[in-house]
DNA sequence: GGAATAGTGTCTCTAAGACATTATTCT
DNA sequence: AGAATAATGTCTTAGAGACACTATTCC
């Protein structure tokens, strides 16, 4: 009804920092841009929020459009608001990211409408703070932030992985997101040993060489008890 | 420039969950709506974010105006955005919350614009869904969740008290958010133990009877190792 | 002295880190 | 056989929880 007390301040936007873990390395998928502002340059995915859609809709939207990523492959969580009032010259632009975490996948990257998109590396984005437009540097950071803390107390390691994996394909995730080694055999006894976390399937696979190693897919717990400790 | 290509989509506004800890109890500000919508019914404090402002600079004058307490005190930071388009009938408010941590308070509350002030017990709110206008029951609920998973890993629980406390006011803190008991003799050796998190002063105090008890203030560790486990 | 609270010490058990050993595949 | 990887086992040590005991104030 009161429609006419609401003034509008805005334009709402998400961002999605989408981060998936290649050669060994945590990586972020950017675009270039196609429109002013920044024109060419390297950017987040991201776009406008849609009139009866939800932030949560809007970057599922976007990350299949951008990156031509189901929702469904992918774990998606808010990971905050970015709204100082000059981080787009064109006004008052707020935007609330989106962290995408998703297994590396065999194509290269995208098949979409974006008119270019790759992966880069995480640390070299973050060492780098003008490589992307606006305050996607800030973006970027917060989000890597986030998911190697998460890497500790949750199972989203998992969100890495395919749907059955080995324990050192699981292995490797830690080590890329947090660029560090793990003792495999440390690793292995503390992850099979955390309940919720991993559940064995029936089948081994030798495809990364060696002794065939067991196939595992995600569990049910939220929190990992005990969790696993960064070095 | 190109102010053309920019349409504004929603109204942006701040929310503010205000935690504190009172008769040992996690507590939450709440405060009476004025105006539609939901005229007369309790709500989070908040409001819209100025036009040249930034969005902790919005929630920290709303603290100042709706509660009476200046951001050098609180500890303030960003909880998370809710912006489904059917939050606000007024049409499409997307708000972003954040949260605030004060000491407990020796006045009763606030002394300011608001027409109406309380704090609520955390977990009468959280058992109440209905009590608050919006969507503020999740926002509450979120907001709890984040102090108490902080307090874990996080010096956060300084922030309830007072410049010095002593081991005995800080373990209520956590005995409060919580919504547990903890060993006092196991408590005062794990955070003494924990490098950075409290620093002696040269003082003691015995406000609280019994033996003198030494006086703290918060150390400059930024996480805790080891961290306060949940029990 | 007795009540109240502060602070230290001791014991046990879980889990982390370092590292050896065995198991099962492939070439 | 030898290389490669998987999985289990052992030892040491840090830290959590349970709980006894000592210390310092006020009445």
Redesign the interface.
């Known amino acids: 009804?009161?429609?006419t007390?609401?003034?509008?301040?805005?334009?709402?936007t998400v961002d999605l920092v989408v981060l998936t873990v290649r050669d060994d390395r945590l990586s972020v998928l950017v675009v270039r841009r196609g429109g002013?502002?920044f024109r060419g340059r390297w950017a987040l995915p991201g776009g406008?929020?849609g009139?009866?859609?939800?932030?949560a809709e809007a970057a599922a939207r976007e990350l299949q459009e951008e990156a031509g990523i189901g929702a469904i492959q992918a774990h998606l969580e808010?990971l905050?608001?970015y709204?100082?009032?000059r981080r787009?010259?064109?006004?008052?632009?707020?935007s609330?990211a989106y962290l995408a975490l998703l297994p590396g996948l065999p194509e290269p990257c995208a098949g979409t409408d974006a008119s270019d998109a790759r992966w880069a590396y995480a640390d070299d984005i973050i060492d780098e703070p003008a490589y992307l437009a606006f305050d996607h540097h800030r973006i970027v950071t917060d989000g890597v932030e986030r998911a190697r803390s998460k890497l500790e107390y949750s199972p989203l390691a998992t969100a890495f992985c395919h749907d059955e994996f080995t324990v050192a394909e699981l292995r490797r995730v830690y080590e890329g997101v947090w660029g560090v080694t793990l003792d495999p055999r440390n690793f292995h006894r503390k992850v099979t040993g955390t309940p919720g976390f991993i559940v064995p399937t029936e089948q081994t696979t030798t495809r990364d060489g060696g002794r065939p190693a067991q196939l595992y897919r995600r569990g049910e717990a939220t929190l990992l008890h005990p969790a696993m400790l960064r070095p």
């Open positions: 009804m009161a429609d007390a609401l003034r509008l301040n805005a334009a709402v002013a502002p406008f929020v009139e009866h859609e939800d932030l808010q905050a608001t709204g100082s009032p787009d010259p064109r006004g008052r632009v707020v609330t």
